[in-house]
């Protein structure tokens, strides 16, 4: 029987020499020629493996890789599906300023644990795999894109392009901070924008000539801050405002972003009609209203909890305790869940910080998940 500890073992100078490099590689998403020039790395890394690799390039982000390959016994079972991002929230210089450093059985570095010992989890993981003659006896297809940090508005397609047919995904994002929970419930994103139309007049002699934007916009922010229901998981936020042109005018315009979540399919449908009916109170006004669900809720299946009981499971055999919790943020298991792949998210890391000072993963804890990650592949 494989050990699978002893496996991912010895390989964690490889696996740690990866992260390194690509830590090294500051790729903040909109920086397409930083971005386009790991996802080249990781096209020759995932090709040296054997991979059907394709480049898909993009216009305004880096360009995506997916790779592809055949089951081990030529089967044409679903495939497995592995998904991760290439992209970080930090600006260039950030590697410079926070350092890239061991300390306390962590591992420091701006982007190491969002997400690049995610990504070298998965390359090493198929390569050790690759070279015990443990590859699954089902196709497997890998995708890395390079815009999820700001949603995934280019790669989406990609991503439920990939989920289709699907047995299961493997999203490599890092655990819940702290104890590296692997999400098993995200709710889903939505954004929309109200922009309302008035009419001018000055604010002193004419007022009844106007018709406030303003004022119209500020009902509306109140009607949707009634949205929340906090206890059932929707949250409802006017983010951001703007409007007006001076002082003395009747305002003619006025614009807010607002940002919502909620856990069901069926709250995203409601909320999404509650916004959409608003009408105007203040005569003179128009309302128009855009935006969308970009990210649907990942619901917690029966599919899906089995799945992470499985590798829970399989963590606690190797010594590792592994928990699962529900959180407020999106990724592309999102997308992948709402297209019925049973989608496991949060594997890649255990560590602190994401998208702040000292972001660092747990050295000890990488090895596991390397473990964990090649007995998922062989197993499932
Ligand atoms: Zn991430």
């Known amino acids: 029987m494989t050990d699978w500890l002893d496996l991912a073992n010895s390989k964690k100078n490889e696996l740690f020499e ?36 394709t480049v898909h390039p993009q216009i305004e982000f880096g360009d995506h890789v997916t790779a592809s390959w055949a089951a081990s016994n030529g089967s044409t079972d679903k495939h497995a599906l592995i998904v991760g991002h290439l992209d970080t929230v930090w600006p260039h210089g950030t590697l410079e300023r926070m350092g890239y450093y061991e300390e306390d059985g962590r591992m420091y570095g701006p982007g190491v644990l969002d997400m690049k010992a995610g990504i070298a989890t998965t390359i090493i993981g198929l390569r050790v795999l690759q070279d015990n003659d443990l590859w ?29 047919n699907a047995e299961y995904a493997l999203i490599m994002e890092p655990g819940q901070a702290g104890a590296g929970a692997l999400k098993t419930q995200r709710k889903g994103l939505g954004e929309f924008r109200i922009s309302v139309e008035g009419k001018a ?42 409007g007006g042109s001076a002082r003395n005018t009747i305002p003619a315009s006025a614009d807010a972003t607002i940002d919502v979540r909620v856990r069901t399919n069926e709250q995203a449908a409601r ?19 855009s935006g969308s ?88």
């Open 136 to 164: 699954p006896d089902r196709p497997i297809k890998v995708l890395f894109n390079t815009d999820e940090e700001v949603g995934s508005p280019s790669s989406r397609p990609l991503v439920e392009e990939s989920a289709v």
């Open 293 to 380: 669900f970009h990210r649907p809720p990942m619901e917690r299946t029966p599919e899906l909890a089995e799945l992470a009981e499985k590798l829970i499971d399989w963590s606690n055999d190797f010594g590792f305790e592994l928990t699962e919790e529900s959180t407020g943020g999106g990724s592309d298991a999102n997308l992948t869940a709402a297209m019925g792949v049973p989608s496991a998210d949060g594997l890649g890391s255990k560590g602190l910080n994401p998208h702040a000072e000292g972001e660092n993963i747990e050295i000890g804890e990488q090895v596991n998940r390397l473990a964990l990650f090649m007995k998922a592949l062989h197993s499932l």
């Open 18 to 53: 990866l992260i390194e490099m690509l830590v090294r590689i500051e790729t903040p998403t909109s920086d397409k020629a930083a971005n386009d020039r790991i996802s080249m790395i990781a096209a020759d890394l995932l090709r040296s493996l054997g991979g059907e690799v």
């Open 271 to 289: 909320i999404e009609t509650e916004i959409r009916s608003m009408k105007p109170e203040i005569a003179g006004t128009t309302l128009t209203i």
């Open 201 to 242: 007049s000055h604010a002193g002699a004419f007022p009844e000539r106007g018709a406030s934007a303003i004022h119209e916009l500020a009902l509306r922010i109140i009607e949707l801050q009634g949205m929340n229901d906090w206890a059932n998981g929707i949250t409802v936020n006017t983010g951001l405002i703007s």
